[in-house]
């Protein structure tokens, strides 16, 4: 196998992004601290906060073990002809061009899945469980395994077959079909994820009347937010962790209640929580995000069409010909640094939004019950409390825990 220059630059991007990655973990966990600051002190007692360390190192020890395998895998499919070889299975199976595409990523999905299968159940069934956090059944996590398959075998290869159509039809206008396709399919699952995709998974009944949604629709009502779809989702059946989410668009919106978040906050915390979603839907945070996505989208699209052709990138992988799969393979990898400057801005977005709503509950609820919530769920999640500002500046979609405090409180 020769190895050109596109080669040589995809070799070079995966090695200085794990590096990175390395680093920003290293920094991460030399920010620890025995002392809290004041604000902080009573999320955790001793044994809580010792608790929460020792799970934040064997995670990050966890962390370097399959980033590490992960890199091996790829580093030996680049530099053993790996990608050619599935390309030869694939053409094996069909000369038809589409179903040649489909057999190579489906391979591709199959293989992974099988290797990192063992890490995955290792971090569900030892780490996650002696923490106290796993309530997956063997069951329940095999169904999960098959069900996901089966959606990303209808969904993820309906969508590439049409993408790959769209390009043998068009050619370099390709983009433009795919740009359509995938912001119909984006708005599509925004409005209906919760009523077609979760119940696949997860039993989400409505919010029972009583005193916890009085509360609700007394707030909704004052916030001049019209709010029917409450509803709660037994997040308990796979793990103890809390959380509530927003989602869908117009008629379609609904809010969800995890029920190990009702178990763990008061009514005028759970509030709170909600006054926070319904703060990023009445500032538009929702609409912006997802036009921001799509003309991400549009781009990367636009920038794939005039490169995915191009017989260099699918010779860096090996192929002996332009074939549409190596070339967006190629591509992926070429395009990481951009989708990752493209990643911190959002987040620097996102982080903005997440001070926003939370000013929201501040002016319409009260900023001492989210407090309150905040805490519990970072206690109950064993969150880390000190993280290295470049690491939140990488990774972290919401500022820190004592950041929404003191912007809450001043």
Do not use: C
């Not at 004041?38 to 799970?55: I, P, T």
């Amino acid at each position: 196998m020769t190895y050109n220059v596109v080669f040589i630059i995809i070799v070079v991007i995966i090695l200085v992004d794990f590096a990175l990655e390395r680093y920003l973990d290293y920094l991460n966990s030399r920010k620890w601290s025995t002392d809290l600051p004041d604000e902080l002190s009573d999320v955790f007692d001793a044994a809580q906060y010792k608790k929460q360390q020792e799970y934040k190192r064997i995670n990050d020890r966890f962390s370097l073990l399959t980033s590490t395998f992960s890199l091996v895998i790829i580093l030996l499919m680049l530099f053993l002809g790996g990608f050619r070889l599935v390309d030869g299975w694939a053409r094996d199976v069909s000369q038809h061009y589409i179903l040649v595409v489909l057999v190579f990523f489906g391979i591709l999905a199959i293989v992974s899945d099988m290797l990192h299968t063992p890490f995955d159940l290792w971090d569900t069934f030892v780490i996650e469980e002696k923490f106290g956090f796993n309530k997956t059944t063997p069951r329940t996590y095999v169904l999960d395994k098959i069900k996901g398959w089966l959606l990303g075998a209808l969904i993820g290869g309906g969508l590439l077959a049409l993408i790959v159509w769209f390009y043998r039809l068009t050619d370099s206008l390709f983009w433009v079909y795919a740009w359509a396709l995938v912001t119909f399919f984006s708005v599509f699952m925004a409005m209906f994820y919760s009523s077609l995709i979760v119940p696949l998974f997860n039993k989400q009944t409505p919010l029972e009347e009583g005193e916890l949604r009085d509360s609700i629709k007394t707030f909704s009502d004052k916030a001049g937010f019209r709010l029917d779809n409450i509803y709660v989702i037994d997040g308990s059946k796979r793990s103890t962790k809390a959380n509530a989410y927003f989602t869908g668009l117009g008629p379609k919106k609904r809010i969800v209640l995890y029920d190990t978040l009702m178990k763990e906050l008061s009514a005028q915390e759970i509030v709170a929580v909600l006054a926070h979603e319904i703060g990023h839907y009445k500032k538009k945070h929702m609409l912006t995000g997802m036009l921001a996505g799509i003309v991400q989208t549009g781009i990367t699209l636009f920038i794939l069409s005039l490169l995915v052709a191009n017989p260099v990138l699918s010779e860096a992988l090996g192929g002996k010909e332009p074939s549409f799969h190596l070339g967006l393979i190629a591509f992926a990898i070429l395009y990481s640094p951009i989708s990752m400057i493209a990643g911190l801005l959002m987040n620097q977005v996102s982080r903005k939004h997440e001070y926003a709503a939370d000013r929201f509950v501040k002016d319409t609820y009260d900023a001492e019950a989210l407090v309150g919530a905040l805490k519990k769920l970072s206690s109950k999640n064993l969150s880390n409390l000190t993280p290295h500002p470049v690491y939140v500046f990488f990774h972290y979609s919401h500022p820190t825990l004592l950041q929404r405090i003191q912007a809450l409180r001043k």
